[in-house]
């Protein structure tokens, strides 16, 4: 928690994480191709490049890693979907053993960090579907193409 809002408290924080990141031991890349991602900058290739208004971040007043219990049952409806589960799970109660938030919460207590006020959030896929982790097996039946 405590590196992630070093990273998001500025352009030379994230600079240097990208120089860190960038190293042969690591990804060994060019800092310049981490932290143009960092920053939102793409190019696709064929000489069209945008800024993206929804670049990177890291912490995100505690946002960003906190253990949200819908993004766990996500991970594990692409699991059902590519036939990595062969079973129907209890999607709320594997994620809830596996992403850990009262330990989370301790953790963020002592960093001082704040918490969501609910461990489901909503995200709008690219595709335009709303995921906001309510009806799991509803959703990782709905694909069209699955394993």
């Known amino acids: 928690m405590e590196a992630s809002k070093w990273i998001d408290a500025g352009l030379v924080n994230k600079t240097r994480m990208a120089a860190t990141i960038a ?3 690591y ?6 191709v981490i932290n143009q991602r960092i920053l939102g900058r793409y190019q696709n290739g064929m000489g069209k490049t945008w800024d993206d208004p929804n670049y990177m971040k890291f ?3 505690g946002t960003v890693n906190y253990p949200y219990l819908s993004d766990g049952m996500w991970f594990l409806t692409q699991h059902k979907r590519w036939g990595l589960l062969k079973t129907e799970p209890d999607y709320l109660a594997t994620a809830t053993s596996v992403n850990q938030i009262g330990l989370y919460t301790e953790a963020a207590a002592m960093a001082k960090v704040s918490l969501p006020t609910s461990p489901l959030r909503t995200v709008k896929m ?14 990782a039946d709905s694909f069209k193409i699955k394993a």
């Open 23 to 25: 190293d042969k031991s």
């Open 27 to 32: 990804v060994n890349t060019s800092v310049d």
């Open 59 to 61: 912490y995100n007043d």
């Open 126 to 139: 690219l595709d335009g579907t709303v995921w906001d982790g309510k009806h799991p097996k509803a959703y």
